[in-house]
Each structure stands twice: as structure tokens, then as C-alpha cells.
């Protein structure tokens, strides 16, 4: 099956520079994932990722982001008790949606015209029905984008047109964490001190004399810093650092 792209990158040479420009951080993932949820009249969405590695049964999901409010643990936990084994093992076969009741007679998840391209979940143990998006990117990683409601009644595009944004909507979150992983193995202890106190307004003055170093090794360490995260001056180098939760 193949799934439409998002039409904002026209050709491989423009997908690093667009996309780093168009996202910086988790929070910047949740509107999309709030206009998919009300294009199809959802009441909440979660992205799960797959963890751990080898055989299926040392694998585990893990909720990266959910808006399930105040019960969001509780609610997570019943999602992974009821569909999680279910969840591991589908992906590692097939890219069909995965589709489910929930335990009321009109808690229900419909798509006649999908019907045969998709996968329907037994039980109906749940509080709410829902739909389940999987999204297999080998080495970079595996999970689901799924969005769950009281009751659900999909076209065939809406689901063909949410899988495609699903595909989109993980490659960018997970291309964040390489980011931030990458940046953190390149980041010294020293750098990430001296940007830390340079974001609460020292002066390179004071960071020298706070971590016991001269004034133009603080300025070495900030420029090597700076450079390393890709900002064009220190005060953009710092609000880089706090996106990606190096300082605070």
C-alpha cells in the first residue's frame, strides 16, 4: 500500500534543511496530531514506539506522546494489558490499520470501505474504540500513531490520507531523538555548563569565574557549542539547548 507524502518537501535535496526548519521539538509534533484526531472527529491520539530488540517477547511499547489527560497512566496501562501483545506481533507482519470495539454496544470503530484492509482486534474490554496506525521504519524504528474515540466512522482516504501522515508524523519524531543523541554525544559536560549559565544571563565573566576556568576558554567552549548545534549566534544556541532538553 502506498501512502502519500507530505507535499511541503518536493525532492530529496530539500527534506533536511525543510524539515529541521519546520519542527524543533516534541511540542511542535502536537498540532498535527491534534488536526489528525478532528479530521475524523477523535477525542484523543497517542504515538507508541517500539522498544527493545530481538525476539518479540523482549520487546515492550513505549507512550511517547498522548493527550489522554488527567489519566493518561491508567489509560496507557489498560491500552498495553488489553492490545499490547497483539500490538508487537501485528507489526511485525503487516502495515493493515489495526481497528477496535470498545465495551458499550455503540463504542464502535467503522470503515466498510476498509473492511478488507484492515485488521479488527478481538475483545472489547476497552472504555473507548479506536484505530491504530502502524508505521515500520526499520533501523530508524518501528511503532503506531492511534487515535481513539467513543465511536468512529472512517472513509477509505481518511484512513489512507491518516496513514500517510502517521509515517510522516513518526519519521519526524524520531529524527528528533537521533538529533538530540547526536547532539548530546558531541556535547561536552563543559559546553553544556557554560550554555546553562549563559542561559541564565552570565556574563562570560561570571561563568569563568562560576566554574573556575579564564574568560577565553568560556568563550571556546560557548563558540564550540554554538557550532555544534547548528545556531548562528549564542542566544540561538541556547533556545536550541533548551528544545532539546539539554538546559533548563
Not at 49 to 60: I, L, P, Q
Not at 73 to 99: A, C, N, V, W
Not at 184 to 203: H, P, V, Y
Request: charged share 20%.
Amino acid at each position: 500500500m502506498g501512502f502519500p507524502q507530505d507535499n511541503g518537501v518536493d525532492n530529496a535535496a530539500g527534506v533536511t534543511t525543510l524539515r529541521v526548519s519546520r519542527f524543533s521539538s516534541r511540542s511542535d509534533l502536537f498540532p498535527r496530531l491534534v488536526l489528525m484526531q478532528k479530521s475524523i472527529n477523535a477525542r484523543h491520539f497517542a504515538v507508541l514506539r517500539v522498544g527493545g530488540s530481538g525476539a518479540v517477547n523482549k520487546r515492550k511499547l513505549v507512550c511517547e506522546l498522548e493527550n489522554f489527560g488527567p489519566n493518561n497512566l491508567s489509560i496507557t496501562k489498560q491500552l498495553f494489558e488489553t492490545f499490547g501483545e497483539q500490538l508487537l506481533q501485528h507489526i511485525e507482519q503487516s502495515l493493515l490499520p489495526l481497528m477496535w470495539n470498545g465495551r458499550d454496544d455503540a463504542s464502535t470503530a467503522e470503515a466498510p470501505e476498509f473492511a478488507l484492509l484492515s485488521v479488527r482486534l478481538k475483545g472489547r474490554t476497552l472504555p473507548f474504540s479506536g484505530i491504530a496506525f502502524p508505521v515500520r521504519l526499520g533501523a530508524v524504528g518501528n511503532g503506531y500513531v492511534l487515535f481513539t474515540a467513543p465511536y468512529l466512522d472512517l472513509t477509505g482516504d481518511a484512513i489512507i490520507d491518516l496513514h500517510g501522515k502517521a509515517c510522516q508524523l513518526m519519521t519526524d519524531l524520531l529524527s528528533l531523538d537521533d538529533r538530540r543523541q547526536n547532539t548530546s554525544e558531541a556535547l561536552s559536560e563543559r559546553e553544556i555548563a557554560c550554555l546553562q549559565l549563559a542561559g541564565d544571563g552570565r556574563i562570560s565573566e561570571e561563568i569563568a569565574e562560576n566554574l573556575g576556568l579564564s574568560v577565553h576558554t568560556v568563550n571556546a567552549y560557548l563558540g564550540s557549542a554554538t557550532d555544534k548545534l547548528d545556531a548562528v549566534n549564542r542566544i540561538q544556541a541556547i533556545a536550541k539547548a533548551i528544545r532539546l532538553g539539554f538546559i533548563s
